[in-house]
């Protein structure tokens, strides 16, 4: 009796001892986005989380390698010299399920000194990273399809204190995107708890088997 206790303990403190939570990160991307002159964002797509994998705990964007470049122009169309610094603020936004949010890189030129009926130039080349951006629930990102998100792209031109005309023709964005996943994963059990199963299991076993031996030894 103490044998058949004891292997049914085993068997139980086994059922019990489960590996650890711990968390896991599936990164997809980083994926190319390119806004040309004519485009104020660009629309892409992601895979989901599969949910078979474990509970989704987090979910966040990142962008890296956001190269603008493009040439501002300060027409000084009065009869006066216009003397200011140029700028340029070039915001690139993500907007996916139940997010929103933006990241801005300002550039201030070296200082124009502009005659009547001139035009000066702002040579614009910038490269900028942000992120992490987190969505506000995760329901969107979790299934076995896609998710449709876009990268928005804005242009703000300053020359202060001058006036004049400011122009930016065929700016161009490109860029990273990529997405991460944090989970955990479904619990399994551990090497140990196999072990004290599997034992329990062979005592159950054997405690059988000498049953058996001892029955038919009587029967004789």
Not at 20 to 37: C, E, K, L, W
Not at 99 to 105: A, G, M, V
Request: aromatic fraction near 8%; proline fraction near 6%; charged fraction near 10%.
């Amino acid at each position: 009796m103490k044998r058949i206790t004891l292997c049914l303990t085993l068997l139980v403190l086994s059922l019990g001892v489960t590996r650890q939570v711990r968390a896991d990160v599936i990164t997809y991307g980083p994926t190319n986005f390119d806004i040309g002159s004519a485009q104020t964002s660009a629309a892409l797509t992601f895979q989901q989380f599969d949910p078979t994998l474990g509970t989704l705990t987090g979910v966040s964007f990142a962008v890296s390698d956001a190269n603008s470049a493009f040439i501002m122009s300060v027409l000084n169309n009065t009869q006066v010299q216009q003397n200011g610094t140029p700028s340029v603020t070039t915001t690139i936004g993500l907007t996916a399920p139940d997010l929103n949010s933006q990241h801005s890189l300002t550039l201030n030129g070296n200082p124009l000194s502009i005659a009547p009926g001139a035009t000066g130039q702002f040579n614009v080349l910038s490269t900028s990273e942000s992120g992490p951006f987190s969505p506000s629930s995760l329901t969107g990102y979790k299934g076995v399809g896609t998710f449709a998100f876009d990268v928005q792209r804005t242009i703000t031109l300053a020359f202060a204190p001058g006036t004049g005309v400011l122009s930016a023709p065929n700016p161009e964005t490109t860029g990273h995107v990529a997405v991460t996943y944090t989970y955990a994963p479904l619990a399994a059990p551990e090497p140990g708890s196999l072990l004290l199963f599997g034992t329990g299991v062979v005592g159950l076993a054997g405690y059988a088997w000498r049953r058996g031996r001892s029955a038919l030894a009587v029967a004789a």
